[in-house]
């Protein structure tokens, strides 16, 4: 039986990356299999591709050819890690995965929208996620977050952009979900962690059996 594919979106600060270990953490005490990976990072090509746009100073990196890299790593984690994963019948939980390149680099960086899906189309081959899980939370909040975050790291690319930036990202994402509401689970991220872990819990759990 084929795996599924449940994939965390969201804006940065959004908590996304708590949740799903919080749900890695459920199902291995459940003894249920899957694999936990993300884009960009989740292969040997993905790391180098992160450390090359994330990590990188501001305006280092232009943005078509941070377009291009993300669907590098998408093409390459889909066919070496996420593809064999669900060939095996494995849950399979990313953190970001093709919503995050409309939303990013389609809302926030503003390029074509076609341009985007075709993008996109070609790196995933097709392979769309069973269960997306869109942890909204107002863009105040979530920098604050990530300033929080990074005084004990420093902030990547993505976190330095100013907030009209992340307005427009947020706002992608909300449009790209009221286009595919059963695919698409939106989750207020302002609650506890706790809180959160249980309202993902009652949505992924159909999916568990």
């Known amino acids: 039986m084929r795996g599924k594919l449940i994939t965390f979106e969201g804006i940065d600060g959004?908590?996304?990356?708590?949740?799903?270990?919080?749900?890695?953490?459920?199902?291995?005490?459940?003894?249920?299999?899957?694999?936990?990976?993300?884009?960009?990072?989740g292969t040997l090509l993905g790391k180098t591709v992160r450390s090359a746009i994330l990590d990188s100073e501001p305006g280092s990196v232009e943005p078509l050819a941070e377009l291009l890299l993300y669907a590098a790593d998408r093409a390459q984690h889909v066919r070496r890690v996420v593809l064999p994963a669900l060939a095996s019948g494995r849950l399979v939980?990313?953190?970001?995965?093709?919503?995050?390149?409309?939303?990013?680099?389609?809302?926030?960086?503003?390029?074509?929208?076609?341009l985007i899906?075709?993008?996109?189309d070609l790196a995933a081959g097709g392979l769309k996620p069973d269960l997306t899980l869109l942890f909204d939370l107002?863009?105040?909040?979530?920098l604050e977050r990530v300033s929080s975050r990074s005084r004990d790291a420093h902030p990547d690319r993505i976190d330095q952009e100013p907030s009209e930036f992340h307005e427009r990202v947020r706002r992608g994402y909300i449009e790209i979900s009221a286009l595919e509401p059963e695919r698409i689970r939106i989750i207020p991220a302002n609650g506890s962690p706790d809180s959160i872990h249980q309202q993902?819990?009652?949505i992924v759990g159909p999916l568990l059996g």
Not at 117 to 120: A, F, K, S, T
């Open 14 to 41: 959004c908590g996304k990356s708590s949740q799903l270990r919080l749900l890695s953490e459920h199902l291995s005490e459940r003894k249920i299999p899957f694999v936990a990976t993300r884009e960009p990072g």
């Open 93 to 114: 939980l990313s953190d970001r995965f093709f919503d995050a390149t409309t939303a990013f680099q389609g809302y926030g960086r503003q390029f074509d929208l076609a």
């Open 117 to 120: 899906q075709h993008l996109n």
């Open 138 to 142: 107002e863009v105040k909040t979530a």
């Open 200 to 202: 993902v819990i009652d």
